[in-house]
C-alpha cells in the first residue's frame, strides 16, 4: 500500500474517514485544530456530514445525537475543551453508546499552555464525568499507531456500546510520519437492534435514555454494564514489552514519553544495563497481566510522564506495590530527554550517585 507523509491530526481525521466516521462535530482548539479543519475539507465528499459546533458542549451532545441513530461520530478537542465534554460523555456512557472522541492533550490546568503534555491521564481513565462507569481508552505513540487505533476504537466501541477515547498529545498531534491507511470500509455493524433509526411500525421503539427514577432499576443497569466492563478487562488489554526478558530495571511509559523512554533503554542496554520497557497501548482497561509478565524479574520500577505523575498509581496497584516505583516526569510543555530519562536509569542500577 502507498505511504503518505501526513501531520498527526490530519492523520488521525482521515483515518477516521476510512473507519466509517459519518459524522463530525468538533470545536477549535490548539493544538488538535488541523484534525477538525481536515475534518471540514473531506467529510462532505466522503458522504459524511462536519458541523463546527458553537461550543466543546454542543460537540459532544451532537455526537450523543448522531450515535443514538447508529451511525459512527467523533468529536476531537484538546485538554479544556475535553472538561466542557465530560457531562456529555457521561450521558453517552449511561445511554450505552458508541461514539470516539480524540483528546489531544496541552499542558494545564486551566488554559495552561499550548505545549505537549500527558496530565490529563487521570481524567481520561478515572474521572471522566459523573456516576459509576468507564470508557476505552487508547494510548498510541506515533501517528502510524494514531491510524491503526481509529479504526480498532470504532469497532470496540460499537462491540460493546461504550464511548472511546484516544489520548493522544501536541507531539503526536503535531508531528510528521510516513503512514499507511487502510482500504475504506463499507461494511459496518449492523445496529438496527437498539439504535432508534426508525421502525417503519415493525418492531417496537428504541428509547435512548440514560435516566432511570427508579434506583433499582438504575443499579441493575450499572451492574449490568459493570459486568460488561469485567469482560472488557479481561479481553481488551494491549502492550508492548521491550527488552523486558530479563530486565531488572522496567520503565513504564506512554504516548510521546515511551517514545523518549525507550531511547533511553536502548542506551542503557548499550552500557550493559538491564533496562526494559513497559508501554501500555490501553490505558483502560489497563494492562495488569501483560505489566506483571513485563516486571517478572524487576528489582525496580521507573515510571516516566509529561506530567506530575498520573500513571503511576496504576502501575503500583497492578504490581500489587511488590516492587518499589520511582518517577521521572516533565509538566507544563516540557518534554523529557532520553539523557534525563537515562541518568534516572543509572541512579536506580547504582551507576550514579
Known amino acids: 500500500m502507498e505511504r503518505s507523509l501526513m501531520k498527526g491530526n490530519e492523520a488521525l481525521a482521515e483515518a477516521a474517514i476510512r473507519a466509517g466516521c459519518k459524522c463530525f462535530f468538533g470545536y477549535p482548539i490548539t493544538p488538535q485544530t488541523e484534525l477538525s479543519a481536515y475534518m471540514a475539507k473531506r467529510m462532505e465528499k466522503s458522504g459524511g456530514v462536519f458541523l463546527q459546533a458553537e461550543s466543546e458542549i454542543a460537540a459532544i451532545n451532537m455526537v450523543l445525537g448522531a450515535a443514538s441513530t447508529g451511525v459512527r461520530a467523533m468529536t476531537s478537542s484538546s485538554s479544556p475543551g475535553v472538561s466542557l465534554k465530560a457531562e456529555g460523555i457521561s450521558y453517552m456512557a449511561g445511554s450505552d453508546l458508541p461514539g470516539v ?14 505545549q505537549p503534555a500527558q496530565s490529563d491521564y487521570y481524567q481520561a481513565t478515572h474521572a471522566m464525568g459523573h456516576g459509576d462507569f468507564h470508557i476505552l481508552v487508547y494510548a498510541p505513540c506515533s501517528v502510524q499507531e494514531m491510524v491503526d487505533v481509529v479504526g480498532l476504537a470504532f469497532d470496540k466501541a460499537d462491540q460493546y456500546r461504550i464511548p472511546a477515547m484516544i489520548l493522544a498529545d501536541g507531539l503526536l498531534g503535531q508531528m510528521m510520519e510516513p503512514v499507511t491507511f487502510p482500504e475504506p470500509r463499507t461494511e459496518l455493524p449492523d445496529k438496527s437492534d437498539w439504535a ?3 421502525h417503519k411500525g415493525q418492531r ?14 438504575l ?6 454494564r459493570f459486568e460488561r466492563y469485567a469482560i472488557i478487562e479481561e479481553n481488551e488489554t494491549d502492550a508492548e514489552l521491550y527488552y523486558c526478558d ?11 514519553s515511551a517514545r523518549v523512554a525507550k531511547s533511553a533503554v536502548t542506551a542503557a542496554r548499550r552500557k550493559g544495563i538491564q533496562a526494559g520497557l513497559f508501554r501500555p497501548k490501553t490505558l483502560w482497561p489497563f494492562p495488569k497481566k501483560e505489566l506483571c509478565q513485563a516486571t517478572q524479574h524487576a528489582d525496580h520500577i521507573l515510571d516516566v510522564e509529561m506530567s506530575m505523575g498520573q500513571m503511576i498509581d496504576d502501575v503500583r496497584l497492578a504490581t500489587e506495590c511488590r516492587i518499589p516505583v520511582a518517577f521521572f516526569g516533565r509538566t507544563g510543555g516540557v518534554i523529557p530527554t532520553p539523557a534525563e530519562v537515562l541518568a534516572e536509569i543509572e541512579k536506580l542500577a547504582g551507576g550514579t550517585e
Request: charged share 20%; with cysteine; proline share 4%.
Open 101 to 114: 472522541i480524540i483528546n489531544v492533550q496541552r499542558g494545564g490546568p486551566g488554559l495552561g499552555s499550548i
Open 219 to 224: 443499579e441493575e443497569k450499572v451492574r449490568a
Open 246 to 256: 530479563d530486565a531488572k530495571i522496567v520503565v513504564t511509559a506512554y504516548g510521546a
Open 204 to 217: 417496537k421503539h428504541h428509547i435512548i435514555n440514560s435516566l432511570y427514577l427508579n434506583a433499582p432499576e
Open 196 to 198: 432508534a433509526c426508525g
